[in-house]
């Protein structure tokens, strides 16, 4: 028996196709807009993967995308979300994992080499790991980054800022300082009227 749920005819022949490759390695498995989802364990991506793309009767050749999310609230707070095309079938799936931010998801570069710079970015923004990535660097912040700025305890200001100091010819980071007046919200709607005057309409006639 299937377990994705009820779908069109084309996909359900997919649906059943992929639970017969994967077998138990599925740990959950759903169909929603005309995509399958399958959530597995970590340490069986690399096989789970490799049986997708490999099966004459599902090919799913193409690499589309790998993502993270974050649940803090979760003991393992992160979701790896993998997205394959089958072109020869015209069908989508989307493989989901669950790790924490100690323990790291084995890579998916030798399968998929491509994979190798989403895996870095999902790190530079999450900070989860991947073992096993041929290139495993920060992608998109700077040197010398704290933290990753996509996670929901990450701060909106970040930790430093960064600005050129003629002094010393060169880029300066420096903790990230906030003038007081710009803590000071009072939530006045300028278009209902406030209880000060606007910067500009100083010379404006009272009412």
Do not use: C
Request: overall charge negative; charged content about 30%; proline content about 8%.
């Amino acid at each position: 028996m299937s377990p994705f749920s009820p779908s069109s005819r084309g996909l359900d022949a997919i649906a059943a196709r992929v639970a017969e490759v994967l077998g138990a390695r599925i740990l959950a498995a759903k169909t929603a807009f005309e995509e399958l989802t399958i959530e597995i364990a970590p340490d069986q991506i690399v096989g789970v993967v490799t049986a997708l793309r490999d099966d004459p009767e599902l090919q799913f050749i193409s690499f589309i995308d790998l993502a993270g999310v974050d649940y803090p609230e979760r003991e393992k707070r992160f979701d790896v979300v993998y997205h394959f095309l089958s072109p020869r079938k015209n069908h989508r799936i989307r493989i989901k994992v669950q790790t924490d931010a100690d323990t790291a998801v084995p890579s998916i570069s030798d399968v998929f080499p491509a994979a190798t710079w989403f895996e870095r970015e999902a790190y530079d923004f999450y900070g989860i790991l991947f073992s096993g990535n041929p290139d495993f660097r920060r992608i998109l912040t700077d040197y010398g980054f704290r933290g990753h700025p996509l996670r929901k305890d990450f701060p909106l200001t970040g930790f430093v800022e960064v600005r050129y100091s003629h002094e010393q010819k060169r880029v300066v980071y420096e903790p990230v300082k906030l003038p007081q007046e710009f803590r000071n919200f009072d939530f006045l709607s300028p278009w209902e009227g406030t209880e000060y005057v606007l910067p500009g309409d100083e010379k404006a006639k009272p009412s």
